[in-house]
Nanobody, 121 residues
Framework: QVQLVESGGGLVQSGGSLRLSCAASGSIFSINRMGWYRQVPGNQRELVARMTSGGVTYHADSVKGRFTISRDNAKNTVYLQMNSLKPEDTAVYYC???????????????WGQGTQVTVSS
C-alpha cells in the first residue's frame, strides 16, 4: 500500500503565506513526479505545480512568482511554499504522485486526502 499524507493547510489572511507538505510512504520503489492540485466545489481539479525526480518544475500561470514547489527525494516528500496568497487561492489542495511500487514495472497514480486552504480578504 502507498499513502500520501498532506499537512500545512489552514486559514490565512490575504497576502499571507502557508507551506504545504506531502509525505509518501509504503511499498514504494521510486517516485517519478510529485505535485499539487487544487479544487473548488463545482470546478474541476486543476494542476498547481509539479516536479520531476530530476528537479524539473512546472507552475501554473496563476501561481507563478507566488508559489514554489520543492522536493526532498530522500524523504519522498514534496512541499508547496505559498506566498502572497489571494482569496482566489482558496481551495482544497491535493498532493499527487506517480510512482513505481515495489515489484511492479508500471507507473501508478496516487492522491492524498486533501487539505483545506482558506484565504480571507
Amino acid at each position: 500500500q502507498v499513502q500520501l499524507v498532506e499537512s500545512g493547510g489552514g486559514l490565512v489572511q490575504s497576502g499571507g503565506s502557508l507551506r504545504l507538505s506531502c509525505a509518501a510512504s509504503g511499498s514504494i520503489f521510486s517516485i517519478n513526479r510529485m505535485g499539487w492540485y487544487r479544487q473548488v466545489p463545482g470546478n474541476q481539479r486543476e494542476l498547481v505545480a509539479r516536479m520531476t525526480s530530476g528537479g524539473v518544475t512546472y507552475h501554473a500561470d496563476s501561481v507563478k512568482g507566488r508559489f514554489t514547489i520543492s522536493r526532498d527525494n530522500a524523504k519522498n516528500t514534496v512541499y508547496l511554499q505559498m506566498n502572497s496568497l489571494k482569496p482566489e487561492d482558496t481551495a482544497v489542495y491535493y498532493c499527487n504522485a506517480d510512482l513505481w511500487r515495489l515489484g511492479n514495472d508500471y507507473l501508478e497514480v496516487f492522491w492524498g486526502q486533501g487539505t483545506q486552504v482558506t484565504v480571507s480578504s
